[in-house]
Structures are given as C-alpha cells and as structure tokens.
C-alpha cells in the first residue's frame, strides 16, 4: 500500500470548516484513499473512502486531486466532538491483494471554542 | 443494527500468562481483523480471518493466535505474555463480496495491561 503523509496536528475553531490535508503522491491506480478518525482511547471511526471522484456523507467531504496524488478531508462545521486523530490511508482495492489497514502518525485535531 | 462488540473491556495480566480475547462482528459481516495499539501510536495489524480461515498475517510472532467462528465471532489469543504485549487491541469487522475491497468498523478495543 502507498505512504501517506499527514501534518502531526492542526488546530480549528468551532463552528468553521476544517480541512485536513494528506499526500499520496505513490498512489497506484487501484488503491482507494481512506479516512478514520480516533478519539482518545476508542476504536478507530469510520469517516470516508474514496478512488477517483470527490465524496460526500452525513459526516464530511474528500475532495481528491485529479492526479490523485493528495486528498483533503473536510469536515464542514467543526465541534468539540471532532476532536481527534484522523488517519489518512490509502489501501489497495482487491482483497486478494492484501485486506489490512496501515496506519500512520495522523493528525491530532484540536477544535477549539 | 448491532455494531462490533469486544470482551472484556480491560484486563490486567502478568508476563509468562496467556489471554483470550473475544469480538463480536458487526450483524452480516463475514470477515474480521485484529489490530494492537501501543499508547501514543497508529494501530498495527495483526492477522485477519474469513470464513474461519487466517487471510493474512502482519508481523507478529507465532505466539499471536487466533479463530473465527461459524457466527463469524473471533478470539484472539496471545500465550507467554511479555511487558511489550501491553496495549490496546482492536478488532475490526467488515463484509467481503467480490473481490473488491470492504470498508472495516472497528470495535470499542481491549486494553490490556502486562504486569
């Protein structure tokens, strides 16, 4: 699976959108970009994946680059709640490949009042 | 709909034991992965069983071992516990179809601790 690279933490102001970036310029053709997001000391959230076209659901946007070489998440109204690690991963799309998730560092958002 | 469900919530173990730890996948998922979680780091994969069989192995000795259940129900078993083994472990559930890839919910996790 490719690397993906994450800015360690990032702060944003309630109410505002946040927009976190990650760089998957080694992306393969068939790898999907994922997101999960970890508050502290509970199992990782599933946010939102994606391949080539731009995503939307009830929790956030992936807005991916037509080269597809990075991606942003966007969550549109930040809240306190929103506070945590989010994972940028990017995963091959054929079970036969390999089914695991490699994590990385992520980014610690802090939603601040 | 019942999500993924993990026993116990915490544990605390003495180096040399052996621990079993149980999950319960989401309702009509067929697959499950197990993942550890070191305080401060990214969760790493385990191994990972569908349709009772172990479908991929990360780099973790022998002593990690693991089912599936007919249910789709999977423990996952760790023998002669070390210090290093201290950590929080995740268990992931998700539907295969196809040979396309599936989207994995993860479970609340287990913490346990090596005494």
């Known amino acids: 699976d490719a690397k993906t690279t994450q800015p360690p933490s990032m702060d944003c102001a309630e109410g505002r959108a946040a927009n976190l970036p990650c760089n998957h310029s080694t992306i393969s053709g068939n790898e999907y970009v994922y997101w999960y997001r970890q508050i502290h000391s509970q199992g990782p959230q599933y946010i939102i994946h994606g391949l080539k076209n731009n995503e939307t659901n009830e929790m956030a946007s992936l807005i991916i680059t037509e080269d597809r070489k990075s991606s942003t998440l966007i969550l549109p109204h930040a809240t306190l709640r929103d506070t945590a690690v989010y994972y940028c991963?990017?995963?091959?799309?054929?079970?036969?490949?390999?089914?695991?998730?490699?994590f990385g560092g992520g980014t610690r958002v802090l939603v601040k009042p | 709909e019942t999500g993924v469900t993990q026993s116990p919530t915490h544990l605390i173990k003495t180096r040399g034991q052996q621990v079993t730890l149980r999950c319960s996948s989401q309702s009509g998922h067929n697959t499950v992965s197990w993942y550890q979680q070191a305080l401060g780091q990214g969760p790493q994969f385990i191994f990972q069983y569908y349709r009772e069989e172990e479908n991929g192995r990360g780099n973790f000795p022998p002593r990690f071992s693991g089912l599936q259940f007919p249910n789709y129900s999977s423990e996952l078993n760790v023998n002669a516990l070390e210090l290093d083994d201290s950590a929080l472990y995740l268990c992931?559930?998700?539907?295969?179809?196809?040979?396309?890839?599936?989207?994995?919910?993860f479970g609340p996790g287990t913490r346990l601790t090596v005494l």
């Open positions: 992931a559930s998700s539907l295969r179809a196809g040979v396309m890839t599936d989207t994995q919910y």
């Open positions: 991963i990017v995963r091959v799309a054929d079970t036969a490949a390999g089914n695991k998730l490699t």
